[in-house]
């Protein structure tokens, strides 16, 4: 074999010998690696899968009555399942837009600004490299009835405070903020990456275009961000689905009054207690993972269109 | 629209790439910008489009003052030397988005730009993307909307260079074409010198900023005015010899005879560059003055060139292909008056009879 069809090989070298202990030394590397990925995810997640056919299963003496669709349908006909679900769902649909669009603004003048940069660096990156426990006795901190920062502020100025923690509406709309707040360094630095692969060429031609900075902003900039938007869009709403841990940081509970039960709380909550139902708790499981299935196609989707 | 600038310069930090350059350029010509990479053609367009500040000096459109406009007030049109087509609009998008800025209603401007499009051929392409394109469709797309805010001025910063020769040789005449249609002042940047002959009206020639000449695109062939445009200009290149000017005659360096070359208004013994067009070189197999021995003769194309011995220097004369003079052959060499030029040798300033 001469040299020339040997690189039209791709690369590979054809020699068998070799390729076999090629192999033998990426399986060694790779082992570890992939052992750990069976046994925490792929085994539990088989697992789940069929637990949640399961009829009656007993963890404890692995036994079950038969295969079937019970436990979905004891969960999708559960009350408690379904304002989860309502929950969570608002929970996604208000903090991923907002997030995105504070986002981007901040993201856009980032990039545009030359100084304040490393102040704004540290500003954005903080939340990111603090731990979201510390930011939720912040948080606590900031919305807490007495002494709390807001609520001083709110009785100098004269006004009644106000339970932020305590009340269903208050409670709400602080896990809204402390969501936003939390997701906010990685949407930005995401849409920064986006924004950097942007040639500057397409902003000079709409100068010369006549464009000014708003036509630019909505014309070239928003258009060519897209595909990074609709990126971090589905990864944020995948994150957001799965909402439970601000949750319980914030309040130790599904909120105040039970008014922030989410998803992952359902199935929590299945799975552990004193009187746990693994098969709900699996078929909750397995229509999340449908529903967030369902994202990562529409953002597959989303990618090859805005692909230019 | 006339534009008129006045010592121009433009400084970055130790670089000045731009120095105090005087030009007026006349109303609905095209003029090109020529010179060697480096010497600040992309830098005096982007002044003139306002995408660059000017360091110093002025730029009139018209007797309007622009120096300090900003770009989108400037009613100019650039093409890109990649276009820099938004890529994520379709061809029709694209040639409209000037006057969707205008807030141009949404009928009137489509119309618009497809009148443009059928004027640069691209109107069968309107709905794709940039990505689905030739590179001269998209050089197309990209003058088609320069032009369709109908600019005082079109500026082009060497669109021809992404281009394949046989390709390069169409555009520039379709860029020709659709300058005389719509009849704007156009600045074309460019450092290939024959593609600036065969389409300006004037040229600009630049060197390390400054210009050298800036002339009738027939005259700075005919009437260079130093050694560096004399030697820019004209394929083949224009033959040099070095030596001394003495009395009416050029004594080229190494080599016996003198040349008569006529009354020039340089000092006896000065060190000067003679140079000659090719075409200016008359070569006869009888005994003249001016003898030379033939080095090479070869085809180019439709013309027999002959390559000739003159001391430490050459000569390149067209010859007629049926009587070409042969290898070792001694010639007779003389010169006619017109493509032939005597420059100082250290300065590069020509000599005038
Ligand atoms: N932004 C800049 N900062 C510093 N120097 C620059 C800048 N832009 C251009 N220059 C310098 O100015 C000079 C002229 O550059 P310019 O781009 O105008 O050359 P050009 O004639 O267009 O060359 P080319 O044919 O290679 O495009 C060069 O020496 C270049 O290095
Ligand atoms: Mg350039």
């Known amino acids: 074999m001469n040299k020339k069809t040997k690189r039209y090989n791709g690369g590979r070298d054809p020699d068998e010998k070799f390729e076999a202990s090629m192999i033998g030394k990426i399986a060694l590397f790779l082992g570890p690696f992939m052992l750990g990925i069976v046994i925490f995810t792929i085994y539990p997640f088989i697992n789940a899968f069929l637990m949640s056919f399961k009829e009656n299963f007993s963890i404890l003496r692995n036994t079950f009555s038969g295969w079937g669709l019970a436990n979905y349908r004891k969960v999708l006909n559960d009350p408690i399942f379904l304002s989860g679900l309502k929950t969570t769902i608002k929970y996604v649909v208000i903090v991923v837009p907002i997030s995105l669009i504070i986002s981007i603004v901040i993201a856009v003048l980032l990039n545009n600004t030359r100084r304040f940069k490393a102040i704004l660096q540290t500003a954005y990156f903080m939340p990111l490299v603090t731990s979201t426990a510390a930011i939720s006795l912040v948080f606590r901190f900031i919305f807490a009835n007495e002494g709390g920062l807001i609520n001083k502020i709110i009785t100098t100025l004269g006004q009644t405070q106000i339970n932020f923690l305590g009340t269903n509406r208050w409670s709400e709309f602080v896990l809204y903020i402390f969501g936003i707040w939390n997701i906010l360094p990685f949407t930005i630095i995401l849409l920064l990456a986006g924004l950097q692969n942007i040639d500057p060429q397409y902003y000079t031609a709409a100068k010369v275009d006549g464009a000014k900075t708003l036509d630019i902003f909505t014309n070239i900039t928003v258009p060519l961000l897209s595909p990074t938007i609709a990126l971090v869009a589905i990864v944020n709403s995948i994150s957001a689905f799965k909402v439970f841990d601000y949750v319980f940081q914030l309040y130790n509970k599904p909120g105040p009054g039970y008014n922030l039960y989410t998803i992952i709380y359902y199935i929590y909550e299945k799975f552990g207690g004193t009187k746990p139902q693994y098969g709900y708790a699996a078929a909750a499981s397995i229509v999340l993972f449908f529903i967030i299935a369902v994202f990562t196609l529409l953002q597959r989707v989303l990618q090859k269109k805005t692909n230019y | ?353």
Do not use: W
């Not at chain 2, 830098?43 to 120096?67: A, H, Q």
């Not at chain 2, 141009?104 to 443009?116: C, D, F, G, N, S």
């Not at chain 2, 030739?134 to 060497?158: F, M, N, T, W, Y």
């Open chain 2, 1 to 353: 629209m006339e534009v008129r600038i006045e010592d121009l310069v433009k400084r970055f930090d130790d670089v000045i790439a731009v120095n105090k350059v005087n030009a007026t350029f006349e109303s609905g010509k095209l003029i090109a910008l020529l010179g060697p990479s480096g010497c600040g053609k992309s830098t005096m367009l982007n002044m003139l489009s306002g995408i660059m500040p000017v360091t110093e000096g002025k730029i009139y459109f018209d007797d309007r003052d622009v120096t300090m406009l900003s770009p989108d007030k400037r009613e100019v049109g650039l093409v890109f030397q990649n276009y820099a087509l938004y890529p994520h609009m379709s061809v029709l998008e694209n040639i409209c988005f000037p006057l969707k800025i205008k807030r141009v209603p949404k009928a009137e401007r489509i119309e618009k730009a497809k009148e443009y499009a059928r004027m640069v051929h691209i109107d069968d392409y309107l709905d794709r993307l940039p990505k689905e394109l030739s590179g001269g469709q998209q050089q197309r797309v990209a003058i088609a909307r320069a032009l369709v805010k109908q600019p005082k001025l079109l500026l082009l910063d060497e669109p021809l260079s992404n281009l394949d020769a046989k390709l390069r040789v169409e555009m520039r005449e379709e860029i020709r074409r659709i300058q005389r249609e719509s009849g704007v002042t156009t600045v074309f940047v460019t450092h290939d010198q024959e593609e600036a002959t065969s389409i300006s009206d004037y040229i600009m020639l630049m060197k390390l900023g400054v210009k050298q000449q800036f002339a009738k695109t027939r005259n700075l062939y005919n009437d260079p005015a130093n050694l560096f445009v004399a030697d820019f200009i004209g394929n083949p290149t224009i033959n040099q010899l070095h030596g001394i000017y003495e009395k009416g005659n050029f004594r080229p360096d190494a080599y016996e005879n003198a040349i008569p070359i006529g009354r020039y208004q340089i000092e006896d013994g000065s060190r000067v560059v003679f140079a000659s067009r090719p075409e200016s070189v008359i070569v006869e197999k009888k005994n003249g003055k001016t003898v030379m021995e033939v080095e090479e003769t070869y085809v180019s194309g439709k013309d027999t060139l002959c390559v000739l011995k003159a001391g430490d220097g050459r000569l390149r004369a067209y010859v007629d292909n049926d009587s070409a003079p042969q290898e070792k052959d001694l010639v007779s060499v003389s010169f006619r008056d017109r493509g032939v030029f005597v420059f100082n040798e250290e300065s590069g300033e020509r000599y005038y009879e």
